[in-house]
């Protein structure tokens, strides 16, 4: 597997404190890697450090190419024009202009229609979308966005969600944020830090995996009465079987926690799937980051 | 010429962004109004003194004046350089750029020049005034002229490095006016010594020394070394001053 990034016991430290202590891990090319972690973690640190803002105290990161960095704050001079800005950002990159693939950027990242507008005038959701297009206006392989989302609307957050799936096509994009339902939907891996300590790095699917000492299973059925319940709670290894009767839907839904790790879904679906129960739906609770994060602050 | 082209591309977007913004048009303002006055009032009296020559008692005095309130306005100019950039966390996105701090420096101090020079330039009216009434030193014009454009060369430099120390307009402007106005004071002081070796080491060390040679008419050599060192000088203290958020 090619890596983009790969850092090694990477030390930070400020006069009096340790911003980042000893942290490893890498990103995959090609990939969206999510970076989450509590404010005050380290995450700016570290993704300062990636664009080489600011030097490593200690240990060793290797960036296989051009990196394109979104800062927390879009650095946008508020009184010059989004084409003219990016006129401006892409000669000091290039040192000549190439109007195509200004308009290549606008049109990539939605600014077309406000490219003659200042900066300093458009709602914070398009500032962000300039701060990314200043980011990727030099082709860079590698895009690190901090907290790309952070203070937009719903309907800017979704935008700029698939503006960075579409960026997944060219570019390896490693992204911070606080939206746990955005890493979710969007990375294929996720590293956690806290306190300047990575938690954990890798798979989301295997991260989320672990999680999970026992199974959740959700299921909505026509009737279920007391003398199934007993019957279910006997013949599976089953913590506790939760019965709501639904009264606007008239049906009922169960919510049952299973002993272990063992996976008994089949066997449970072979049981409620009875004519005298009836079936409606079944799904299995995942766990998800949010528990991760509640976690990490206990 | 790659090195240069850069340089260039920064000065010009500073100078559209100053020029689109209403401080240097207020300054000019300002500047041309005392200047204006000043130059009216020294001609006046010209008349009356029988004894001075045009030069002595208009074009003398007036490029002192002119010196004088470049130390209040450079500062204002230059305030923003770095301070700006700072504040609205631009300085990040030039530092990561293709260009070395050493071609920030220059974009940003050719683009304030500039500007100190576009406000100069409305002096050259009186020049022209003077033309009229048959006036014919413009040796000592042209190097006064020369003169000034050496000091607020030198003001800029001291404005851009008390920039880059801080993120506060304010503070940037204030300091660069103790700087020039404290060198300028060094000249005095010097009066209290009887050393006659220290008073003139302490004299050649402020700007108002050579400057004064230039509006003589007089061109030294060792004012032109003295102003490039100046000037290299405070680059370096600049660049020093960028570098040291990686120290």
């Excluded at chain 2, 293709?98 to 409305?122: C, H, P, R, Y």
Aim: with cysteine; glycine share 6%; proline share 3%.
């Amino acid at each position: 597997m090619e890596l983009a990034i790969e850092i090694e016991n990477l030390c930070k430290s400020y006069p009096g404190r340790m911003a980042l202590d000893n942290i490893s891990f890498s990103v995959k090319k090609g990939s969206i890697h999510g970076f989450l972690g509590p404010n005050g973690a380290g995450k700016s640190t570290t993704m300062k450090i990636l664009s080489g803002l600011i030097p490593e105290t200690s240990g060793r990161f290797t960036v296989n190419g051009k990196v394109g960095f979104l800062p927390e704050h879009p650095p946008v001079y508020p009184n010059m024009s989004v084409y003219d800005y990016l006129k401006f950002v892409f000669s000091i990159y290039a040192g000549a202009v190439n109007e195509s693939r200004i308009d290549e950027v606008m049109s990539k990242t939605g600014l077309t229609d406000v490219r003659s507008r200042l900066i300093g005038n458009l709602s914070k959701g398009y500032q962000q979308r300039v701060g990314i297009a200043q980011a990727i206006i030099h082709s860079p392989e590698i895009i690190i966005l901090d907290e790309p989302t952070v203070g937009l609307d719903p309907v800017a957050i979704a935008d700029i969600r698939s503006l960075i799936l579409e960026l997944k096509k060219e570019h390896t994009v490693l992204f911070s944020s606080h939206q746990l339902h955005d890493v979710e939907l969007l990375c294929s891996d996720i590293t956690l830090i806290n306190r300047g300590e990575i938690v954990v790095s890798g798979a989301i699917e295997t991260i989320l995996g672990s999680l999970k000492t026992n199974m959740v299973l959700k299921a909505r059925v026509q009737n279920f009465s007391d003398e199934q319940k007993k019957k279910l709670m006997n013949s599976f290894a089953i913590d506790a079987v939760d019965v709501a009767h639904d009264i606007e839907q008239k049906n009922t839904q169960l919510k049952i926690a299973t002993k272990g790790k063992a996976d008994i879904r089949a066997e449970l679906t072979r049981f409620l799937v009875a004519p005298e129960i009836g079936l409606l739906e079944f799904t299995e609770e995942r766990g998800d980051l949010e528990d991760l994060f509640k976690r990490i602050h206990e | 010429m790659i090195y240069t082209k850069k340089v260039m591309i920064l000065a010009r977007k500073e100078l559209k962004d100053s020029f689109s913004s209403p401080l240097i048009y207020v300054l000019c303002g300002l500047f041309s109004l005392m200047m204006g006055w000043l130059f009216f009032n020294y001609l006046i009296q010209s008349t009356q003194m029988t004894t001075t020559t045009m030069t002595q008692g208009v074009i003398t005095p007036i490029f002192g004046n002119i010196n004088f309130i470049f130390v209040f306005l450079c500062p204002l100019i230059t305030m923003r350089s770095f301070a700006e950039e700072k504040r609205q966390f631009t300085l990040d996105l030039l530092l990561r750029s293709d260009l070395t701090e050493m071609q920030i420096i220059l974009g940003k101090f050719i683009s304030n020049v500039a500007m100190v020079l576009f406000m100069l330039s409305l002096t050259l009216l009186f020049p022209l005034i003077l033309s009229f009434s048959g006036y014919s030193d413009w040796g000592v014009v042209w190097s006064s002229y020369l003169g000034i454009v050496l000091s607020v060369m030198a003001y800029t430099a001291v404005g851009l490095f008390c920039s880059s120390l801080t993120d506060n307009q304010i503070v940037a402007s204030l300091l660069t006016f103790c700087i020039l106005l404290g060198s300028m004071l060094m000249v005095i002081s010097v009066n209290a010594t009887n050393n006659y070796l220290l008073a003139l080491i302490v004299q050649y060390t402020t700007i108002p020394f050579h400057y004064e040679g230039f509006t003589r008419g007089v061109l030294k050599s060792y004012s032109f070394v003295y102003f490039i060192c100046y000037l290299v000088f405070f680059f370096l203290l600049t660049l020093k001053s960028l570098q040291s958020r990686k120290w």
